[in-house]
């Protein structure tokens, strides 16, 4: 009787000591079993890569001595030969990358910081259990246990408040021990440092509601209290999603009161939160009624000799100036104009010069009479200054508020000539008649009366060119025997202001 048989590797084969008889039937259900078997190896054995197992090593025919399946055999083996010897870089890359990984997570280094972390999240989450305890002692322990741990690391943050820190560091606010309360305020600022979302969950579990309401207490007589209110304020206002709740709660006039309040008793560094948060609020232009309602705008005025906060001070009202009841209150303000011209003079902060220059754009494009009240506080030479000696972008603004006032310049010429520009000179000239001197004999009149018109516009164009030079040569630490060239000299000779470079 036939019989199949797998040898060593696999295969099957065909015992030829069967009688001839009994092969007839069982030699084609042998041969299709050993084909098909070998197809599936081969396809195998090609689409994984050819590994090693799938080799075959045959010494005679396989299958009853069929050559072309042993042809086959031999073929794949030499293709799997062929493509492990291409890719014998990747391969060992792989399987070093695959070592490196398996003893990285057996490695004692990796159990111990497994280890360590979960040490740290139970040290958390003991702690947010402990801001939940009546007792008051222990409590505060936790909130100032919070306040350390959120200092300096930006995951604690997030996993604290993930675990339910903020809601009981609020509730804190309303007991009435102080040092509670500046251990809970201290905590929730440190927690929404450079967190936006824990920002969004501080203001709204209620804490401004409940700031605000320390604010009216007998609590903002306490200075460290204040500070601390002052603080959260600007961490939390840096958020735009906040910028209309705290702008529109009543904050405002508390920080600007621990602007010049002395009897706030605030520090340097509280005056300088205050007014951060301030231009934070003063961006949004919903904010800026609420600011004229307090006396920030006389403060930030007054402020700008003081070189510590004038270029803060400045930022405040260039966002003031959004809104026309913001220019309004700035340009009705005594010697605001004078003010801010100065600043262009004396200010050697590129900053300052530039929210300056930034402020008198803006209102020199809105208002006619703010133009007007400019020049009369001698903006002109300030701005030719500027558009020399100042940095690229305080001379692009001062050339556009030259143009404004030029502008204006140009409007009165037409004003006075009657509503007929296009009018030739010499037409106007022949139709004017003098009631004194007659029309014929008055024309000689008019000539000497417009050549000395001329002389005094030469002799002003030339004081004032001296004038700005002896300025230029001041601030550009030149020597005081500085010469001017002779094309300066041409320029102050000209006839007219035409040739004036603005």
């Known amino acids: 009787m036939a019989k199949c048989q797998r040898n060593d590797v696999g295969s099957v084969v065909f015992d030829r ?67 492990e010897a291409a890719r014998p870089i990747r391969s060992n890359v792989k399987s ?30 003991s702690v947010v259990r402990k801001l939940q305890v009546e007792d008051l002692v222990e409590r505060r322990a936790a909130a100032s246990r919070v306040r350390l741990l959120a200092k300096e690391d930006a995951e604690a943050r997030g996993t604290l ?19 509670s309360k500046i251990a809970s305020l201290y905590a929730l600022l440190n927690l929404g440092i ?18 605000l309401k320390l604010i009216e207490s007998e609590s903002s007589s306490n200075p460290s209290v204040s500070q601390a209110i002052v603080a959260n304020f600007l961490g939390l206002s840096a958020l735009d999603k906040n910028k209309l709740i705290i ?17 706030q008793k605030s520090s340097s560094q509280v005056k300088q939160d205050a007014l951060r948060a301030l231009y934070n609020l003063s961006i949004f232009p919903s904010s800026v009624p609420f600011i004229l309602e307090t006396k920030l705008i006389p403060f930030l005025l007054n402020a700008l000799g003081d070189m510590e906060v004038s270029e803060r001070a400045l930022s405040v009202l260039s966002n003031v100036i959004s809104t026309p009841e913001g220019r309004k209150a700035i340009s009705t303000f005594p010697n605001s104009f004078p003010i801010l011209i100065d600043v262009l003079n004396w200010a050697d902060s590129p900053g300052c010069q530039e929210k300056a220059s930034y402020i008198l754009m803006v ?40 143009e404004s006032l030029r502008v204006d310049k ?26 004194i001197l007659g029309s014929a004999e008055g024309l000689e009149g008019v000539d000497d009366l417009v050549s000395e018109e001329k002389k005094a516009v030469k002799q002003l164009v030339r004081q004032s060119l001296q004038n700005n030079m002896r300025r230029i040569v001041k601030r550009a630490n030149l020597p005081q025997d500085f010469v001017p060239s002779d094309h300066f000299k041409s320029l ?10 603005f």
């Open 17 to 83: 000591a069967s009688t001839s008889a009994a092969a007839g039937s069982h030699f084609r259900l042998c041969t299709s079993f050993s084909t098909a078997s070998f197809r599936r190896k081969i396809f195998d054995a090609v689409s994984c890569g050819g590994s090693s197992r799938y080799r075959y090593h045959h010494d005679g025919n396989v299958g009853g001595g069929d050559d072309t399946v042993s042809s086959a055999i031999r073929s794949l083996s030499e293709i799997v030969k062929e493509r």
């Open 363 to 402: 209102m020199a494009h809105k208002s006619y009479s703010d133009r007007q009240a400019m020049i009369e506080a001698g903006i002109s030479s300030a701005l030719l200054e500027l558009t020399l000696l100042g940095s690229t972008l305080a001379q692009k603004r001062a050339s556009r508020i030259l």
């Open 247 to 263: 702008g529109s709660s009543g904050a405002i006039p508390f920080l600007v009161k621990n602007l010049y309040d002395p009897h």
């Open 161 to 179: 408040a993930m675990l339910g820190a903020i809601p009981p560091l609020v509730g804190m606010l309303d007991l009435e021990d102080d040092e």
């Open 410 to 435: 140009g409007k009165q010429i037409s004003d006075h000539s009657g509503g007929n520009s296009s009018a030739p000179i010499s037409s106007s000239l022949s139709s004017f008649t003098n009631p």
């Open 194 to 211: 450079g967190n936006d979302l824990n920002k969004a969950a501080i203001v709204k579990a209620g804490t401004v509601h409940k700031m």
């Open 96 to 125: 070093e990358k695959l070592f490196d990984l398996l003893k990285l997570e057996s490695s004692p280094e990796s159990e111990s910081e497994t280890k360590k972390k979960e040490e740290v999240l139970e040290e958390f989450k």
């Open 492 to 501: 102050t000779s000209s006839s007219t202001s035409k040739s004036l470079p």
